[in-house]
């Protein structure tokens, strides 16, 4: 695992480094922002990002990073409130962590962040929505798109469980993990932003009234 952690306080940098260490991952510091913007590359496997840092906040980071890439990145902050939370994942962070934690559980969390976005190498196509699931390519009727990670996991369960209601719990245990205790309007804003870039597949995502969602590709 190779983690670019950007964050501004040096003591929570060095039990970071220290215990990732020791479990094999490499860990490049940033101080802040600009600097983690500066060395963010395709070589790393996640993002371990503050919200409150000096000069440009976590926030404006996570939305600088989405414009140029899809990594995995784990929000760590002492902003505890579910509406930061939600603020967080609508800018399409991945997880997120409150401080105070304990290294162990950071690293568990990435562990586990990274194994549900793990799939096996295959390509197949489900109406006219075309992936490939080794590069995580998506195209509608050969237009590609492109989705955030929990996007991306999101079609997929939803293909995975086509024909079948899903409730919004069933949604945010699966694609945002068990732990999280956040607003359900996530899922709905996480449909709506697929949705609008499914194109002319959108309607492939049904609502459910007063229960959630059913994906069915067959004509309607």
């Known amino acids: 695992m190779k983690v670019l952690l950007i964050e501004d306080e040096k003591l929570i940098r060095m039990f970071i480094v220290e215990y990732f260490s020791k479990q094999g991952a490499k860990v490049v510091e940033a101080t802040d922002g600009y600097e983690g913007l500066s060395l963010l590359d395709n070589s790393f496997d ?58 162990s559980l950071l690293y568990a969390k990435c562990r586990a962040l990274l194994k549900r976005m793990k799939k096996e190498s295959q390509s197949f196509d489900e109406g006219i929505i075309h992936i490939d699931i080794d590069t995580h390519e998506v195209s509608v009727k050969e237009q590609p798109i492109q989705l955030s990670h929990k996007e991306y996991l999101l079609l997929i369960y939803f293909i995975e469980n086509k024909r079948k209601i899903l409730s919004r719990d069933q949604l945010l245990d699966r694609i945002w993990g068990y732990d999280y205790y956040g607003d359900q309007r996530i899922v709905d804003t996480y449909v709506k932003k697929l949705r609008k870039k499914l194109l002319e597949a959108a309607p492939y995502i049904q609502t459910v009234v007063k229960i959630g969602y059913m994906f069915d590709s067959k004509e309607l």
């Open 46 to 103: 996640i993002v371990l990002l503050d919200i409150m840092m000096p000069g440009i906040d976590g926030y404006e980071v996570c939305k600088l990073i989405r414009q140029k890439s899809d990594v995995p990145i784990l929000f760590i902050s002492a902003l505890g409130e579910d509406e930061n939370k939600l603020k967080g994942y609508e800018l399409g962070a991945d997880d997120f962590i409150s401080k105070p934690f304990t290294p």
